[in-house]
């Protein structure tokens, strides 16, 4: 006998069931969760070395870093910072997902924080659609990538609540249309909070580090 | 290439909907994808034929609906599909416009197999 069975069940159901869960870990140890996305090389690791810089001595922060291959670079630099640091290897997959970020929250001394920042696996189309948990989705977009990039990978700029302009110490050297660029962001996402700011000579950090030190001690 | 994780996700999906109608074998698979989603059909039914090996919904057919992803103006309220690139409202330019449709990612219904009662 055949049957038909109505489901309609989101296909993320499962992976956003043990983001939230993740979630309520985080609001337990009255931790502020940060997933950092961006593509390879926008500068997801000089912006958390540089935020590090920056701290207000209340903020103590711990990082998990994602990548796809078993090197452990990225998590080094932070680990020398005195940060505590999670490597995550993906075994080839393209992003981080809720089930990876709670096998990390494991290795980190939760108690000891109120601030995770997570770096997702650098790729604009794949972190997009899994949610890990965190409180804050911000996107790392940076110059010399182009002022097109809203509009060839609209999907990342949808789910957003910050957005990070990156690298703006290059802005004499591309032709970077700062409108076109910002429109493309308002029509996917309006009114997104956005700081553009230099990892490399720190302009901009101010704004983004009073914004992140209020989020972290009103959490 | 995150269509592994997705065809995982299809499967124990089905799966688990398929046991608790009493279902011996999944024959077909109804997925509506929004184009925002960005998932390749061809890389799901690649990876589908491995996983599903050995489950209830081996050999299972997977049917896409894909439903285009939908810009609205606010200005004008015309519509119009978001295509390959974002742009502005194509009949009045306003850019002040909002996403209305093509982010759905969802398992549909499925039929099966099941034993008389
Ligand atoms: N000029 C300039 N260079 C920068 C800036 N931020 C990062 N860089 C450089 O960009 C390159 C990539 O930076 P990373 O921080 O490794 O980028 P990432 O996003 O972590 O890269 P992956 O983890 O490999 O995806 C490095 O050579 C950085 O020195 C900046 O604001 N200005
Ligand atoms: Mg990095
Ligand atoms: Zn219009």
């Not at chain 1, 043990?18 to 390879?40: E, K």
């Not at chain 1, 103590?60 to 490597?87: H, N, R, Y």
């Not at chain 1, 997009?128 to 804050?136: C, I, K, N, R, S």
Request: aromatic letters at 6%; charged letters at 20%; glycine letters at 6%.
């Amino acid at each position: 006998m055949s049957q038909r069975v109505e489901i309609v069940k989101r296909i993320m159901d499962s992976n956003d069931r043990l983001a939230q869960n993740n979630q309520a870990i985080l609001d337990q140890n009255h931790i502020f969760g940060i997933n950092l996305m961006a593509s390879p090389g926008a500068g997801k690791t000089s912006f958390i070395l540089e935020t590090i810089k920056r701290l207000p001595a209340e903020i103590k922060l711990g990082v998990i870093e994602g990548d796809t291959a078993p090197v452990t670079i990225d998590s080094d630099k932070i680990a020398a910072a005195g940060i505590p640091a999670v490597q995550i290897n993906t075994g080839g997959e393209c992003h981080l997902d809720a089930n990876m970020i709670e096998m990390a929250l494991d290795e980190l001394p939760l108690e000891d924080l109120n601030l995770i920042m997570v770096e997702n696996v650098g790729n604009l189309i794949c972190p997009a659609a899994f949610q890990l948990g965190t409180h804050a989705n911000i996107l790392i977009a940076s110059i010399p990538e182009g002022d097109d990039k809203p509009y060839k990978y609209p999907n990342i700029y949808r789910g957003l609540d910050v957005l990070i302009l990156n690298k703006i110490d290059l802005t004499p050297y591309i032709d970077f249309r700062m409108d076109y660029f910002q429109q493309g962001v308002e029509m996917l996402n309006p009114g997104l909070k956005t700081f553009a700011l230099s990892a490399k000579t720190g302009e901009g950090f101010d704004a983004w580090i009073t914004w992140l030190t209020d989020k972290v001690t009103t959490k | 290439m995150h269509e592994l994780a997705i065809t995982e996700s299809i499967l124990s999906i089905a799966d688990q909907a398929a046991k608790e109608n009493n279902g011996t074998k999944v024959t077909d698979i109804y997925l509506i994808l929004g184009q925002l989603s960005s998932i390749v059909d061809d890389s799901v039914q690649f990876y589908w034929d491995h996983i599903s090996l050995g489950t209830v919904c081996e050999g299972a057919v997977l049917h896409f609906e894909r439903r285009p992803a939908m810009l609205r103006c606010k200005s004008c309220n015309h519509q119009y599909p978001l295509g390959e690139i974002l742009q502005t409202c194509p009949n009045c330019q306003s850019p002040d416009v909002f996403i209305e449709a093509g982010e759905e990612m969802l398992v549909h219904h499925i039929d099966i197999l099941r034993e008389e009662p």
